[in-house]
């Protein structure tokens, strides 16, 4: 919050909405502070532009791309080098394409270079006789239609095409061949390929190449989603991990899952195992894994010992048989750490053990189950929209131009109201597996998380609803109706609003909900910097800075965070509800 | 498949030409097929294998020379790199650093000088792998000669 005052230097700017939205790209700044109302209704017209204003630090390749940006790299290494194309493309794979590299090595100890990537410094011609006898097929041939590399071992046509195609075939560890002879290692380029190899092969090798210079470089990638075949160059250190691929697949650089904004890599991958393995994990749930009996939060069972306590803050002390609080178990119940209390239960018949373990695995299942079927119904729900922005993008809006005599250009804000939605669609769909993995003893936390995604959801609701329901009546019309720049103008300022809900969604969970642990001098701090802001409205950036100002705690019109415990009160209560503190004036 | 036929028949005029060669090695191919061999190697001498006869067993593919022959133990054969009840042998060039530039007899050469000098590290023998590897020198020695004496020398009579 120290940067408080910066921030609304920065909003003086005339550059405001331009600040505003770089700041997307992952300054993790203190710009959780946030509008999270709904109740702003106002439309902005810039912000359709503006979402194009983002720098990208990535590069989406096409093959051809691709082909010239290893040819360049090839061409520049051999003129530096001085060395052929082809030695300068087996330098360049060894050093997983990376120039400088090659450079660094080749000028520390050019020798040592070439030992180790099998080019001879003295190429050696074939033995100057009239005929020779083949390495592999011990054939006896003229001279003229042998062939070998730099080494000047000879081996014949055939048995060279039949050597390369067995390595081909054997997959992309043909790019590192080497002459048959088991005590050379010269190496065998593209050159001696196109030479000798059939047309098959030579394409494998080609395809191969062109794979090696995606796969074995550090910085790029093959876009993943299922027949694509753009590759992303990606700019370490900068912003997002998002990369938008030209097939319109988001997805994370990092872990190249599916684009999971606002949870980490790490989530996603429990995630996915966790719902992989949900049906064979009964088992290991019932075995290694019971909620603790205060907080409910799954307790893993690492040690022998039955003395179980719950991880911070919670600390309950319990017991791993009976579940019985840890403090209850005294010489009286058998000792600490002979717990017959367990065993005594059994033998009364007071509870049968493994209904125990039933009932235990079923809550733990039942809480999974509840974000599963959410998380999973708005994937649904994405999938469904993401086929009605293409039978938009391919029919609808053709016929809506027709019915409504409207241009297409004009009717761009119908793409990009059924964009948002997808994109709103994804983001909710995630914050269910957040939802999943936040403690359940951080309750305000909760609260307020369970808040924002409530007015998430209900305000996505809003806009699918419009894009969906309303624009029916326009596309059924039989004429032209004067309603539809007023149906443009609620979609498209709903769109705005929608987005920037979600984009401030995104920061605020990303950064943890830092503020709903805030203390109170941060609740202050928020509290001057939104009276600031009213100051600051009416002036021409009013609007937008309306959207920045004031922390969470505080913008939720009818929620007020207390400053003892920071649950998140309805403004209807006069005295928290959690701890009873009286609401600060 | 006739480019492995042509060059299995120059290497069987070569163990005929020479036969007397290496008189460790004895390459013999079956009267009925050419992709089928046997070898007879000598346990190489100061080895426990020493005075012993080994038979070996070639299947050999039909992309032959580029692709490498199978080869296993007949003999019984207590060796960490070889398996104990299939005969299997754990050797690189009969694997990913094979070359078409081999034959049959480079093969039983290499052998032999597995059988010398064993690779306790990528074991298909794991009690013999573990002598090695615990430095029981005199237990693997033992059991080694043993098995030669069991199963590699002629019976005397
Ligand atoms: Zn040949
Ligand atoms: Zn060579
Ligand atoms: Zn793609
Ligand atoms: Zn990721
Ligand atoms: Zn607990
Ligand atoms: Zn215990
Ligand atoms: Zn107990
Ligand atoms: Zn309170």
Redesign the pocket.
């Known amino acids: 919050m120290d940067s408080d005052e910066d921030m609304h230097d920065a909003n003086g700017s005339e550059s405001l909405e331009d600040d505003f939205y770089s700041e997307d790209m992952g300054m993790e700044s203190d710009d959780e502070d946030a509008d999270y109302d709904f109740g702003n209704e106002e439309t902005n017209d810039d912000a359709e532009d503006i979402t194009f204003h983002r720098q990208q630090n990535y590069t989406i390749l096409s093959e051809s791309d691709i082909h010239q940006r290893q040819e360049d790299d090839i061409s520049r290494l051999s003129t530096v080098l001085s060395i052929s194309r082809f030695a300068a493309c087996i330098l360049l794979r060894h050093y997983k394409w990376s120039v400088s590299m090659v450079h660094e090595e080749w000028f520390a100890d050019e020798h040592d270079v070439r030992q180790v990537v099998g080019l001879l410094e003295n190429p050696v011609e074939i033995p100057n006789v009239r005929e020779l006898t083949c390495g592999i097929c011990f054939e006896t041939y003229p001279r003229n239609i042998m062939s070998a590399a730099a080494c000047g071992h000879p081996f014949c046509g055939a048995c060279w095409r039949g050597y390369i195609g067995t390595s081909v075939s054997d997959g992309p560890g043909c790019l590192m061949l080497r002459c048959p002879d088991p005590s050379c290692g010269a190496a065998i380029g593209q050159d001696m390929v196109n030479k000798l190899a059939t047309e098959e092969d030579k394409k494998k090798y080609a395809r191969y190449l062109l794979r090696s210079y995606i796969e074995d470089n550090r910085k790029t990638k093959w876009c993943p989603a299922p027949g694509c075949e753009f590759a992303v160059d990606f700019v370490f250190g900068s912003g997002s991990n998002d990369v938008c691929c030209k097939c319109s697949y988001s997805f994370c650089w990092h872990c190249t899952e599916e684009t999971h904004r606002p949870v980490d890599c790490g989530t996603v991958a429990k995630w996915i195992l966790k719902n992989s393995a949900e049906s064979e994990n009964m088992n290991w749930i019932l075995a290694n894994s019971k909620p603790c009996p205060k907080c409910k939060r799954p307790i893993e069972k690492n040690q022998g ?3 179980m306590t719950c991880t911070p803050p919670c600390k309950f002390e319990f017991c791993w048989l009976c579940l019985g609080a840890w403090s209850e178990h005294g010489e009286r119940t058998g000792g600490f ?1 002979a717990c017959n209390r367990y065993e005594v239960a059994k033998q009364e018949g007071l509870y049968d053990e493994s209904e125990r373990r039933r009932e235990m695995a079923k809550n733990s299942l039942e809480r999974y189950t509840h974000y599963y079927e959410r998380w999973a119904t708005n994937q649904s729900s994405r999938q469904k929209a993401l086929a009605d922005l293409h039978s938009m993008q391919t029919e609808k809006l053709e016929k809506l131009s027709e019915k409504q005599s409207q241009p297409g250009s004009q009717l761009k804000f119908i793409i990009e109201a059924w964009s948002q939605i997808v994109e709103c669609r994804r983001v909710l769909k995630w914050t269910y597996a957040y939802g999943y993995y936040l403690p359940e003893h951080e309750h305000a936390k909760r609260q307020f998380f369970e808040y924002l995604q409530g007015e998430a959801e209900s305000g996505l609701e809003r806009l699918h609803q419009c894009a969906e329901k309303e624009l029916q009546i326009y596309l059924e019309a039989d004429s032209p109706m004067k309603e539809f720049s007023d149906f443009r103008t609620k979609l498209a300022g709903l769109t705005s609003v929608t987005r920037n809900y979600f984009e401030n969604l995104v920061r605020a969970l990303e950064t943890g909900l830092k503020d709903v642990d805030s203390t109170n001098s941060q609740a202050a701090c928020s509290q001057s910097s939104n009276s600031k802001s009213v100051c600051g409205k009416g002036s021409k950036s009013g609007k937008n800075k309306a959207a920045r100002s004031g922390g969470p705690s505080r913008s939720l019109d009818d929620h007020w965070s207390c400053d003892r415990c920071t649950f998140f009160n309805p403004g209807s209560a006069t005295t928290c509800q959690m701890c009873e503190h009286h609401l600060p004036t | 498949m006739q480019a492995s036929r042509a060059r299995l028949f120059k290497e069987y005029k070569e163990v005929q030409r020479e036969k007397a060669a290496d008189p460790d090695i004895q390459l013999v191919c079956d009267d009925s097929n050419i992709f089928k061999w046997t070898a007879l190697i000598k346990g190489p001498s100061e080895t426990p294998y020493e005075g012993g006869v080994f038979q070996l067993v070639f299947a050999i593919p039909e992309q032959y020379p580029l692709l490498p022959p199978q080869v296993r133990f007949l003999t019984k054969i207590f060796h960490p790199n070889v398996h104990f009840k299939s005969g299997e042998i754990c050797l690189d060039i009969l694997k990913n650093a094979w070359s078409p530039a081999w034959t049959l007899q480079s093969v039983c050469r290499a052998i032999i000088a597995l059988m010398a000098h064993p690779e306790p590290d990528s074991p298909l023998n794991c009690d013999s792998g573990n002598l090695l590897r615990s430095g029981d020198i005199r237990g693997y020695r033992s059991m080694a000669r043993m098995y030669t004496r069991l199963a590699a020398m002629p019976k005397k009579g």
Do not use: A, E, Q, T
Request: glycine fraction near 0%; charged fraction near 0%.
């Open positions: 010992c039955m003395h750490y």
